[in-house]
């Protein structure tokens, strides 16, 4: 059972270019996110989806696209990478009862991305 | 949108002492979690905790959501306690986790 597994490790872009991060669950959960991890600031929620299908902005998008592949999977894509874009990044899940009761949010092992 | 306030932000501790870590929380909440970041970066949940107290092994938690605080207690610590501890909270019906700034915490020997 590997959980959530995200897609590369570590990277190196140079301003303008363009990348994809890859991420997908196997736990069947409908609801997946985006966060960055920057210094001091602890993470802050770039996307969320809360069903195949349904993407919403979180508390950071400019900069940001992504997509709901399927269940699964869900991708966050940016377009024209930027030094302030240098962050860490990392892909969660979360069950469906999470309204009912609790639902633990899992996460990915993180991207670490670096935009030169 | 939700403030979310932790406190000390470092804290270094000698292995078997006890320590408490503090989350403070500008609004009510109907959701309130406490996550360890490892050395190694990865995020692990701790506790689901909106309200009242629970414990797991040396670690346990009290949130008084009257008073909008969080309290994580690690007691006997080690070194395999280090790393970032986080709150996130969120309020109403919604879907997001806002994160504190977190507590980083060094054991050492």
């Known amino acids: 059972n590997a959980g959530v597994t995200q897609t590369p490790k570590f990277q190196v872009l140079k301003t303008g270019q363009s990348m994809t991060l890859q991420c997908a669950q196997d736990m069947n959960h409908n609801s997946m996110y985006w966060y960055r991890q920057d210094p001091g600031m602890g993470l802050r929620l770039i996307y969320y989806s809360a069903s195949e299908g349904t993407t919403d902005k979180g508390e950071v998008p400019n900069g940001y696209n992504v997509s709901r592949l399927n269940k699964r999977e869900f991708s966050l894509r940016l377009e024209s990478a930027a030094p302030s874009q240098t962050s860490v990044y990392f892909c969660?899940?979360?069950?469906?009862?999470?309204?009912?009761?609790?639902?633990?949010?899992?996460f990915g092992n993180g991207t670490r991305l670096t935009v030169t | 949108g939700i403030q979310v306030e932790q406190s000390p932000p470092d804290l270094i501790l000698q292995e078997g002492a006890n320590s408490t870590l503090r989350c403070n929380f500008s609004?009510?909440?109907?959701?309130l979690q406490w996550f360890h970041q490892n050395p190694w970066g990865q995020l692990i949940n701790l506790f689901y905790i909106p309200s009242g107290t629970k414990q797991n092994g040396r670690l346990s938690a009290t949130t008084v959501a009257t008073e909008r605080y969080s309290l994580l207690y690690i007691s006997s610590s080690q070194t395999t306690d280090s790393g970032v501890y986080f709150c996130?909270?969120?309020?109403?019906?919604?879907?997001?986790?806002?994160f504190g700034t977190g507590t980083q915490l060094k054991v050492e020997l």
């Open positions: 609004d009510s909440v109907n959701n």
């Open positions: 996130a909270v969120n309020t109403g019906g919604g879907n997001k986790l806002t």
């Open positions: 969660a899940s979360r069950g469906d009862d999470w309204t009912r009761g609790y639902s633990p949010l899992h």
